[in-house]
C-alpha cells in the first residue's frame, strides 16, 4: 500500500536527502568522493524504504539506521563546512546544513505513523 501517509513523509524525507547528496556531493567534499558516495546512501535507502511496505518492523528499523546515518553525516558535513570557510560571520552555506535535519524530521513522523499502522493491525487481528 503505496498510498499510505508514511509513504508520502518518507518521500519528503528522501527529496531533503537527496538534495543533501547533491550538496555535499558539489560544495563541501568535491576532493573526496567516497563523501560524496556517502551521502548519497540515506535517500538510496529511504527510496529502498519506501517499497518495503508490506515489512513494517523492518521499514522502522531502517529508518532508524537511516537517521543515524544522517546524523553522523551531519556532524562530518559541519566539521568540514567550518574548516573550509574559516569566518565567523554568517554563511549559506549553513543553510544547506538544515536539509538532514528536515529529512530526519520527515522520517521520525514516518515512523510515528507506522507505528500506529502496526498497532491497528494488531488490534484488528485480536478482534479475530
Keep these: 500500500m503505496l498510498q499510505r501517509i508514511q509513504t508520502v513523509y518518507m518521500f519528503l524525507g528522501f527529496l531533503a536527502a537527496l538534495f543533501y547528496a547533491y550538496f555535499v556531493y558539489f560544495e563541501i567534499f568535491t576532493d573526496n568522493q567516497l563523501y560524496g558516495f556517502a551521502a548519497g546512501m540515506p535517500a538510496l535507502l529511504i527510496l529502498i524504504n519506501i517499497f518495503l511496505y508490506k515489512n513494517r518492523k523492518w521499514q522502522i528499523k531502517l529508518n532508524i539506521l537511516i537517521t ?21 560571520s554568517f554563511s549559506e552555506k549553513d543553510i544547506k546544513l538544515l536539509v538532514p535535519v528536515i529529512s530526519i524530521v520527515f522520517l ?21
Excluded: C, P, T
Excluded at 543515524?68 to 565567523?88: A, D, H, M, R, T
Excluded at 502496526?118 to 478482534?127: A, F, H, M
Design 68 to 88: 543515524f546515518v544522517l546524523i553522523v553525516l551531519l556532524g562530518l558535513s559541519i566539521y568540514q563546512v567550518g574548516l573550509l570557510s574559516g569566518e565567523k
Design 108 to 128: 521520525l513522523i514516518a515512523n510515528k505513523y507506522i507505528k500506529r499502522d502496526e498497532r491497528l493491525v494488531k488490534s484488528v487481528d485480536r478482534i479475530r
